[in-house]
């Protein structure tokens, strides 16, 4: 997280300046400097190899989709994250960088992109007239792909969804924006302080490491140690995708709806 704050978060707010400012000067041409500053923000924090490894799978998962088979994106999609564990390979990812943290993030990158090209390639396969391909090109799915916002932990927005969102967008005023601004961040603020409260407070990460205390309670104690973890699961995912579902609003996107409260549910499908 330390790691994180130190640049994720100083990129996540350049997107935000970019879109304000494409909004108000150049709102034709906003998904491409929005693309730009995405690749931009990627080289910031993978490198050139690291960016370049999103580019190329970017490029194959395009290409086979020409082919408009199911089978064959699914398989191209599954052949794409196998790649990420084969050992010569990461072993040559880990040579790109100083520390585990970069390593790690370009391989969630990569899964979470390797979604978004999936996505993309299902759609193309699905669609039947030629005036419903035109925004299927390489520079839509480009787009796509580099949304920064979303650009490594997601949530996940549906290619149709985000072109759909991104040709009619309405002109916003700044006092919207603001308001929009102003309420997710009392939000996420919120949910923020409430998850430092529950390691702090509640030892959320020092009970769970502790295995002499988790075998000397209860089983009814440890059901709602259990419980309490999923809580506290729930509540940091409140704040890992308020954060790019926030920008999304801002940029006039609807994002997917945050994750329900799991004591609401009565089965994980519900949560994913």
Known sequence: MEWGKQRLVWLLLGHMGVSQVANLLARKHKPWILTA??????????????????????????????FRSLFLSWLCSLFLLSTLRLQDVEEVMRGWYQTENEYYLLQ???????????????ELCWQQLPAERTFCSFPWMVAYVFYYPVFHNGPILSFPEFIAQMQQQEPGSPKASLSILARGLGRLLSCWWLAELMIHLMYMHAIYSSTPVLRAVSCWTLGGLALAQVLFFYVKYLVLFGVPALLMRLDGLTPPPLPRCVSTMFSFTGMW
């Open 37 to 66: 500053y995405g690749m931009w923000a990627c080289w910031c924090v993978l490198g050139t190899q690291g960016t370049a490894m999103v580019l190329i799978h970017t490029t194959i998962s395009f290409c086979v989709a020409q």
């Open 108 to 122: 969630f990158t990569l899964t979470v992109r390797c979604l978004y090209c999936t996505s993309f390639s299902l």
